[in-house]
């Protein structure tokens, strides 16, 4: 596939991802991965029970289509170490996503 047709796609799913956000789609939110064994932990129930399930990645993953704020931090997709900011996307291989830059999730990190 090239660049335009894997954009084009991007901003599909991207649409779709708002939509269910915007819709009311209940993601797990909290608490936030804020300890390497909750991430472990949401990491393996991704790999488990989400695969290639889109709403159970956002479910799992606690997507918002806004940025929360935790323990005094803003944690946007923006700022976090596996958005890649010319793409748009998040890039933990769990996820493997188009994002929003304000968006956010419980496995953020920067
Ligand atoms: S891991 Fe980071 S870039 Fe990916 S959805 Fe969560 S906050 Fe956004």
């Not at 991207?14 to 939509?19: H, K, L, M, S, T």
């Not at 946007?76 to 998040?90: G, I, K």
Request: hydrophobic letters at 40%; glycine letters at 4%; aromatic letters at 8%.
């Amino acid at each position: 596939m090239d660049d335009q047709a894997s954009s084009a796609q991007d901003d599909r799913l991207r649409e779709d991802i708002g939509a269910m956000l915007a819709g009311g789609l209940e993601t797990e939110v909290w608490p936030r991965a804020e300890t390497s064994q909750m991430v472990n932990e949401i990491v393996a129930r991704l790999q488990k029970d989400a695969q290639d399930d889109l709403t159970r990645k956002l479910v799992i993953a606690g997507f918002t289509d806004y940025t929360v704020e935790a323990d005094d931090l803003e944690q946007p997709c923006e700022t976090c170490m596996y958005y890649l900011m010319h793409r748009r996307f998040c890039a933990l291989p769990e996820l493997m996503l188009p994002v929003e830059p304000q968006w956010s999730c419980r496995l953020w990190r920067i």
